[in-house]
């Protein structure tokens, strides 16, 4: 029966299916506590509203929502939609991770990691402008730490590229701020390009910076269609931008 099942779908890929909607919900509480310094592992989940503490039954991803139908058990204050959203997104991470790369597992698990920080990282930036230390930093090291395992002959060149990301983000911040007088790219924004050249190495970051610059132009077509206001004073989250493009040139689209 296994002989005739994809050669993606295999016993580590299922249990990356089925953690992935753990892990968003882990990312829900990481997304909404960080950036307002609040703990993210050592305190009791609780309604926002009411602050009554969650039991386990509240807490199954996906699961509970449906079945409190978006409400408090106890005092049906609606529960964020952000909540199974990112669960849902994780979850996309993990099946996407799989599909593409099912058949090596360490580089799926590889994907799953990179693409739920990188989830995190763009929600983040998204609602609060700001891309935290804790987790670019971090981010940088397992993209050199998951090149030593998947290709160790290519360390040097994904340092070079988290390097070379770094330094070209900064170098075209200053270049911004000489011309305008004004902040253009945040110091995040570098940090995340160093992390996106420690993963995917000098060939492709290229097409991260590409990538990501298309998309914003997307989004800033998008709101304008939106009959929003758009121009040069624009204030635009790039790390979403950039996140997402990181990923894209991971799974193995060429954007340059």
């Not at 090596?104 to 698990?109: F, I, L, V, Y």
Request: hydrophobic share 55%; charged share 15%.
């Amino acid at each position: 029966m296994e002989a005739h099942l994809p050669n993606w779908l295999t016993s580590l890929s299922v249990i990356a299916v089925l953690l992935a909607p753990f892990v968003g919900s882990f990312l829900g509480v990481l997304v909404r506590r960080l950036p307002d310094g609040r703990p993210v592992a050592l305190s009791r989940s609780a309604c926002e509203s009411c602050g009554h503490v969650l039991g386990a039954r509240d807490l199954v991803p996906l699961a509970s929502y449906a079945w409190l139908r978006g409400r408090c058990r106890f005092c049906a204050a609606r529960i964020a939609p952000a909540h199974p959203a990112i669960e849902l997104a994780s979850l996309a991470v993990a099946l996407i991770a799989v599909i593409v790369d099912g058949a090596d597992e360490p580089r799926m698990w590889a994907g799953c990691v990179l693409g739920w920080m990188l989830l995190a990282l763009a929600w983040i930036d998204w609602t609060h402008m700001r891309l935290p230390d804790v987790l670019t930093l971090p981010l940088v090291l397992m993209g050199l730490a998951a090149t030593w395992v998947l290709d160790p002959d290519a360390i040097a060149d994904h340092a070079a590229a988290a390097a070379l990301g770094y330094l070209a983000f900064r170098l075209i911040a200053a270049a911004y701020r000489w011309r305008r007088g004004r902040e253009g790219l945040g110091q995040g924004d570098a940090k995340l390009l160093a992390a996106a050249g420690a993963w995917v190495g000098l060939a492709d970051l290229p097409g991260v910076m590409l990538g990501g610059a298309i998309i914003g132009l997307l989004v800033v077509g998008a709101r304008w269609l939106r009959g929003e206001r758009v121009g040069g004073g624009t204030v635009l989250p790039f790390g979403p931008c950039l996140a997402a493009a990181t990923w894209l040139v991971w799974l193995g689209l060429r954007l340059a």
